[in-house]
């Protein structure tokens, strides 16, 4: 089965600028999820969505954070504008039911 | 609140040998599960093996196993035969019921000499 795509792989944009970020998880995979992980640290998740609902979204700042999954599929998460914190990798995860998550390779986003 | 800690930042062990990776976890509620990733250094998280909180028996995948001693609120994983390979950062992490979010631990780096 294909796996959690990602795009793009790297990004670099200069602060205050915009960004958005792409996720189509596995093929019936209801769960899906943002995580961002800052170099050194365990991803922190942004947001969880169960098909096209918000279970989680209580560390995502929703000043400069959005994210939506239009019809349970795919998924964007876009930041507008960018600080330089937000130097990261943006990962994204889908899982069945109670199962394991599935990551995406990751978008590497550099602020400049 | 739920809390993963891994105390080890760094660890070496010797190719072809054992190697156990610490975890300890904080939650009030019965139900759970445990989950162990790992992350070459090339970015990309891999799922190694899961434990619920009622499952009886330790879980084993390949040359990963978990020791899970629910008491101690423990979930170290132990890698057998190290290889080249293995090394990479391991996370620890665990989810309360099945639509709750999954956190995660620090991590440990783990590096295979030869």
């Known amino acids: 089965e294909a796996g959690v795509a990602q795009s793009p792989r790297y990004k670099i944009i200069e602060k205050r600028q915009s960004v958005a970020f792409w996720c189509n998880p596995i093929s019936g995979h209801a769960t899906l999820y943002w995580y961002q992980q800052i170099l050194g640290q365990g991803p922190k998740l942004l947001i969880q969505f169960q098909n096209n609902g918000v279970v989680d979204d209580s560390q995502l700042p929703k000043d400069r954070f959005s994210a939506e999954r239009l019809k349970g599929v795919d998924s964007t998460l876009k930041i507008q504008p960018a600080k330089l914190e937000d130097s990261a990798v943006y990962l994204c995860a889908s899982s069945l039911f109670a199962g394991p998550q599935h990551f995406g390779d990751g978008t590497r986003l550099s602020i400049l | ?114």
């Open chain 2, 1 to 114: 609140a739920q809390k993963i800690t891994q105390t080890q930042p760094g660890m070496f062990v010797q190719e072809k040998e054992a190697v156990t990776l610490d975890c300890t976890y904080d939650t009030s509620d019965q139900s759970y599960g445990l989950f162990w990733y790992k992350q070459p250094s090339s970015g990309e998280m891999i799922f190694l093996i899961y434990q619920g909180s009622y499952d009886e028996q330790n879980a084993t995948e390949g040359r990963y196993s978990l020791n899970f001693q629910k008491a101690r609120k423990s979930a170290n994983l132990v890698i057998s035969a190290s290889q080249l390979g293995d090394s990479a950062m391991y996370f620890c992490a665990m989810r309360k019921t099945s639509y709750d979010k999954v956190i995660f631990g620090p991590g440990t780096s783990l590096s295979v000499i030869p």
